[in-house]
C-alpha cells in the first residue's frame, strides 16, 4: 500500500507518494518510486496496492501499447489490465487488492483528464471528477490548497493516523516524498506544451532508521 495524495484540474496536475515500500510480514522492505512519468503521453502512471502489478502495467504501457495521450490510452486499457491482473499468482490477487490511475493531458478535450482502474471493479474505466483525493483517506482538518506544502502536512498527519491502526489494516507510510507536477503551458500560437516537474520535498526524520532495517533484512 503507499500514501497518495493528487489534485486534479482542467490546467494541471499535482501528485504527493511516498517511497516505502513494506514487506509481507509488514516490516519495511525497500524504497521506490511510486508514480511513473509517461512523457510520450504527457502523463502519470501511478496505483495503490500490489506494488508488483502496478510496475508490470507501467512495463507493459511502455513496451507494448499503442497510443497518443492518456485519453486515448484508456480506450485499450481495462482489457489490457484484466489479462496483466489474471497473470498474477491467485494468492496474490487475493490478499490484496489494486487501484490503477491514469493522469494526464488529453489533446482531444484540451484538457488534463484523469482515469481510475479498480480491481475490485474488473478494471472498468472510471473517469475521475476534478478535485483533490487523498489515499488513505485523511480524516483531519489541515488545508490542502498549496503544492506541495500543504500536500506534505497533510501526509505527515496522514502518518500518525495510520501509525495509530494495526500493521494488518495499516498504511505504512515512511521514506522520502516525492512530488509530481504537470502544467499546461498555451503559447500565443495556439500550441500547447505540458510541464512536468518532479522534486523530494521531504524526508520523513526516520529515514535513516529505517534504511537500516531495510538493509538488515537483505
Request: proline fraction near 7%.
Given at each position: 500500500?503507499t500514501?497518495?495524495?493528487?489534485?486534479?484540474?482542467?490546467?494541471g496536475?499535482y501528485?504527493?507518494a511516498?517511497?516505502?515500500?513494506?514487506t509481507?510480514?509488514f516490516?519495511?522492505?525497500?524504497?521506490?518510486s511510486?508514480v511513473?512519468?509517461v512523457?510520450?503521453?504527457?502523463?502519470?502512471?501511478?496505483?495503490t496496492g500490489?506494488?508488483a502489478?502496478?510496475l508490470?502495467?507501467?512495463r507493459?504501457v511502455?513496451?507494448?501499447?499503442?497510443?497518443?495521450?492518456?485519453?486515448h490510452?484508456n480506450?485499450?486499457?481495462?482489457d489490457?489490465?484484466r489479462?496483466?491482473y489474471?497473470a498474477?499468482?491467485?494468492a496474490?490477487r487475493?490478499a490484496m487488492?489494486?487501484t490503477?490511475?491514469?493522469?494526464?493531458?488529453d489533446?482531444?478535450?484540451?484538457q488534463?483528464?484523469?482515469f481510475?482502474?479498480?480491481s475490485?471493479?474488473?478494471f472498468?474505466s472510471?473517469?475521475?471528477e476534478?478535485?483533490i483525493?487523498t489515499?488513505?483517506p485523511?480524516?483531519?482538518?489541515?488545508?490542502?490548497?498549496?503544492f506541495?506544502n500543504d500536500f506534505?502536512?497533510?501526509?505527515?498527519?496522514?502518518?500518525?493516523e495510520?501509525?495509530?491502526i494495526?500493521?494488518?489494516?495499516?498504511v505504512f507510510i515512511g521514506?522520502?516524498?516525492t512530488?509530481y507536477?504537470?502544467?499546461?503551458?498555451?503559447?500565443e500560437?495556439g500550441a500547447v506544451?505540458?510541464?512536468?516537474?518532479i522534486?523530494?520535498?521531504?524526508?520523513?526524520?526516520d529515514?535513516?532508521?529505517m534504511?537500516?532495517?531495510?538493509?538488515?533484512?537483505?
Open positions: 500500500m500514501v497518495m495524495n493528487f489534485a486534479l484540474f482542467p490546467d496536475v501528485v504527493l511516498d517511497t516505502l515500500v513494506t509481507d510480514q516490516e519495511p522492505g525497500f524504497f521506490t511510486k511513473h512519468p512523457p510520450h503521453l504527457n502523463g502519470l502512471i501511478c496505483g500490489n506494488l502489478f502496478i508490470d502495467w507501467s507493459h511502455l513496451g507494448r501499447m499503442l497510443a497518443v495521450d492518456m485519453g490510452l480506450d485499450f486499457a481495462s489490457s489490465l489479462t496483466l489474471a498474477r499468482p491467485a496474490e487475493k487488492t489494486s490503477i490511475y491514469h493522469l494526464g493531458f489533446d482531444q478535450e484540451n488534463f483528464v484523469g481510475a482502474y479498480r475490485t471493479a474488473d472498468e472510471e473517469r475521475l476534478p478535485g483525493r489515499k488513505p485523511y480524516i483531519g482538518a489541515l488545508p490542502l490548497t498549496g506541495p506534505v502536512e497533510v501526509c505527515r498527519a496522514q502518518r500518525v495510520q501509525d495509530a494495526i500493521p494488518a489494516e495499516r521514506g522520502h516524498l512530488a507536477m504537470m502544467q499546461v503551458d498555451r503559447m500560437n506544451a505540458v510541464v512536468t516537474t522534486t523530494r520535498p521531504f524526508e520523513f526524520e529515514f535513516e532508521t534504511y537500516l532495517v531495510c538493509a538488515s533484512t537483505r
